[in-house]
């Protein structure tokens, strides 16, 4: 068995610290979406700037998550079979929590799937199935809140806290700041 090859130890530090990375990458991303939308520029930046930052954290919260996500599957003690991975509740050991990170793994792949088929599947059905972006980390924070063994470390507490501060600010940003859309230029008449 491979978790024994890599010793047990060693493959649940790297499962919950791919884990933890995973939830402060998303984060970062969820922020970076809210900032493209509603049209952040850092500095003197272009708007384009914020968007690609937001696709490469993007893209490298993907390798954190599929090394947790891995690591969960070959630990003996987490008990995660391949088929909890992507269906919601029928883990073993603790469903509800392994269901969780089943739920917003199956969300964000429809995230990732809309967003590599954005000129397939059209701007509006990408921007609905975008919404799903809320729904997602709070699911995901919620698998690693009641996930693990180290829960109530502080370390984690002080992540965790930090996540939820950022997501709950960008949040009300997106909710009460500047709207996405200016209001339409009228024409010049010349």
Excluded: E
């Excluded at 984060?27 to 970076?32: A, E, H, N, P, Q």
């Excluded at 000129?119 to 972006?133: D, P, S």
């Excluded at 949040?171 to 859309?181: F, I, K, M, Q």
């Amino acid at each position: 068995m491979l978790a024994s090859t890599l010793g047990s130890n060693a493959v649940w530090y790297l499962m919950r610290a791919t884990g933890a990375v995973s939830l402060i990458l998303l984060t970062f991303v969820l922020v970076l979406g809210v900032a493209t939308a509603n049209r952040f520029r850092p500095g003197k930046r272009p708007v384009y700037v914020t968007a690609a930052v937001h696709r490469s954290v993007a893209l490298l919260s993907v390798a954190f998550l599929a090394v947790h996500i891995v690591t969960a599957v070959i630990d003996p003690y987490a008990m995660v079979g391949l088929a909890a991975v992507v269906i919601p509740f029928v883990a073993a050991a603790r469903p509800l929590q392994v269901g969780l990170g089943a739920l917003a793994l199956d969300l964000l792949i429809a995230l990732i799937g809309t967003s590599l088929l954005r000129k397939r599947v059209g701007v509006r059905t990408w921007r609905a199935v975008h919404w799903v972006a809320y729904l997602c980390w709070p699911v995901a924070f919620m698998h690693g809140l009641t996930m693990g063994t180290d829960t109530t470390s502080l370390w984690l507490a002080a992540v965790d806290s930090t996540c939820l501060a950022a997501v709950a600010a960008t949040v009300a940003w997106r909710l009460l700041g500047p709207r996405a859309t200016a209001a339409p230029r009228a024409r010049a008449t010349a």
